[in-house]
């Protein structure tokens, strides 16, 4: 017999979550605890259905509050389950329905976290036969009304466009830009490694942060945010710093300009003495090493998620973020890790705003992926449609 519970038992719960094919860093316990406690939610429920008292399905649901909305039953990416069994679907959603109501919320928003199709790096759909639109089927004959399949940011709660690199596919450094990967292996040849921050770092990699804010308008966060981030969404964050050594650099360089090759091209040769002299000017001043980029990433199961990298703006030529993630990307090859996902991205189109996201994130070996969307069971429509129409009056004030 298959059995509802909100279980105690969290322990157990993350270990599902992590071994599930559909887990996620955002259905775990920890990401319950940071929403509840940073984000102010006002509760989290990890939710199973259990056989022969062993869980074959989970919901990480978040009971939080959106203006105009009121309270909302939050699953942020959805149920780990399997989707092809309709019956434990359906199961989970009456469970989770009858939760919603119990709180009295307005709806019960699900997000999946289930790609809908195949597609080309640039978006274009590969007709292979692959497509889980069955499933949104599925969902709206339980009475969900699907979002649909807008592109990118199109007020969503999550973005459900990413690009995902597969470390276990065959060579997947041969799928990274030849530019940028060479670029990389040859700063990383340079001195330019990575390693675990330490807590006063944080104040720097919020500051990278600021000045990346003043140009692409976002808000930015503290410090101090970052420090609860990583300090809450323990066992899974892990807080990278990517620094160069001008010490190592400078005995590279120096022992490349004696070469006989780069003598007999002056301009090359030009280019390692005038970097020679920037190393040591870098020493003189006492920069021996120097933070280049901070970066969060979230590694749970066989997945690593990048959520925050930001890069000092002095040292361009060191390429930074490339650096951080080829040198990531080969430690969680090395432990087992299948999937490296690049969070979300706005656009493909050259000229808009923030295709330099995709540019740089699609140069990584990774393929594009989309997944179903959002799914909401709405128990108060006049409220959902009042809060509609009032965000529409603003867009026309604006």
């Known amino acids: 017999m298959r059995e509802f519970k909100i279980v105690q038992d969290e322990r157990h719960f993350d270990e599902f979550v992590a071994s599930h094919p559909y887990g996620h860093f955002m259905k775990t316990t920890a990401w319950g605890k940071f929403r509840v406690e940073i984000e102010k939610d006002e509760a989290y429920y990890p939710c199973v259905l259990l056989e022969n008292e062993e869980i074959i399905a989970s919901a990480l649901a978040i009971l ?8 909302v039953l939050y699953v942020p990416w959805g149920p780990c389950i399997d989707y092809e069994d309709q019956q434990l679907v359906q199961l989970m959603c009456d469970q989770l329905g009858k939760l919603a109501k119990e ?40 009475g969900f009304k699907h979002k649909g399949y807008g592109y990118a940011y199109n007020g969503s709660w999550v973005n459900r466009f990413t690009l995902i690199t597969s470390l276990q596919e065959e060579d997947y ?10 670029k990389a292996l040859r700063n990383i040849r340079l001195g330019v490694s990575i390693r675990q921050g330490t807590d006063e770092e944080y104040e720097t990699f919020a500051q990278f942060g600021k000045e990346l804010s003043q140009t692409q308008h976002f808000l930015p966060k503290s410090a101090d945010y970052f420090r609860n981030y ?16 001008f010490n190592k650099r400078l005995a590279v360089l120096t022992e490349e300009s004696q070469s006989k090759s780069l003598r007999k091209d002056k ?17 003189d001043s006492g920069k021996e090493k120097v933070m280049l980029c901070g970066a969060i990433y979230l590694h749970i199961g066989k997945k690593v998620f990048n959520m925050y990298l930001y890069n000092s703006k002095d040292y361009p030529d060191a390429t930074a973020s490339a650096c951080s993630h080829v040198l990531m990307m080969e430690q969680m090859k090395k432990q087992g890790v ?28 990774s393929r594009y992926v989309e997944y179903l969307g959002e799914f909401d069971m709405i128990y108060k429509p006049w409220r959902v449609q009042l809060t509609a129409f009032l965000k529409k009056i603003k867009k026309i004030h604006k």
Not at 267 to 283: G, P, R, S, T
Request: charged share 30%; hydrophobic share 35%; proline share 3%.
């Open 64 to 71: 939080t509050h959106r203006k105009g909305l009121g309270k």
């Open 230 to 245: 990583v300090q809450m969404l323990q066992p899974y964050a892990k807080f990278m710093i990517t620094e160069i050594d």
């Open 103 to 142: 709180k009295k919320v307005t709806l019960l928003k699900i997000d999946l976290n289930v790609e809908r199709v195949h597609h080309e790096i640039k978006g274009e759909v590969i007709d292979d036969g692959f497509n889980n639109e069955h499933i949104t089927k599925m969902f709206e004959s339980m």
């Open 173 to 182: 450094t041969q799928r990274i830009k030849k530019k940028v990967y060479k």
């Open 338 to 365: 299948e999937d490296f996902d690049f969070v979300g991205f706005a656009t493909t189109v050259p000229n808009e705003p923030y295709y330099g996201l995709w540019d740089f994130k699609s140069s990584m070996g």
């Open 267 to 283: 301009d090359a040769l030009e280019a390692v003495l005038k970097n020679i002299e920037f190393c040591q000017n870098q020493i």
